[in-house]
């Protein structure tokens, strides 16, 4: 059973950092591509950065130069280093595979940015 651990978010002012972590038990980890999702008050789920098996890395428009994924296989880790935070950064945030089949969801973990 793959279970999926996010951990580092809080509240963080506008210009803020924060670096999340992901660990993902029980996978296969290093075969997949992994994916941060982001969860907004009222709206869907989205994809905000992606990582391949091999290391190549895409982003959405919105989060491009101020967020960067990172993975460490031995560790089933993946990591989401966010800079220059905005108030529409505010989410819940989600690691899981960047494919049609899902593991399961895990708890998330929230990311305020608020003055």
């Known amino acids: 059973q793959v279970q999926l651990v996010e951990s580092g978010g809080g509240l963080v002012q506008p210009g803020g950092s924060l670096r999340l972590s992901c660990s993902a038990s029980?996978?296969?980890?290093?075969?997949?591509?992994m994916g941060w999702y982001r969860r907004a008050p009222g709206k869907v789920r989205e994809l905000v950065a992606s990582i391949g098996s091999g290391g190549s890395t895409n982003y959405a428009e919105s989060v491009k130069g101020r967020f960067t994924i990172s993975r460490d296989n031995a560790k089933k880790m993946v990591y989401l280093q966010m800079s220059d935070l905005k108030p529409e950064d505010t989410a819940v945030y989600y690691c899981?595979?960047?494919?049609?089949?899902?593991?399961?969801w895990g708890q998330g973990t929230q990311v305020t940015v608020s003055s």
């Open positions: 899981n595979r960047d494919d049609l089949r899902k593991d399961p």
């Open positions: 029980g996978s296969i980890f290093s075969i997949y591509a």
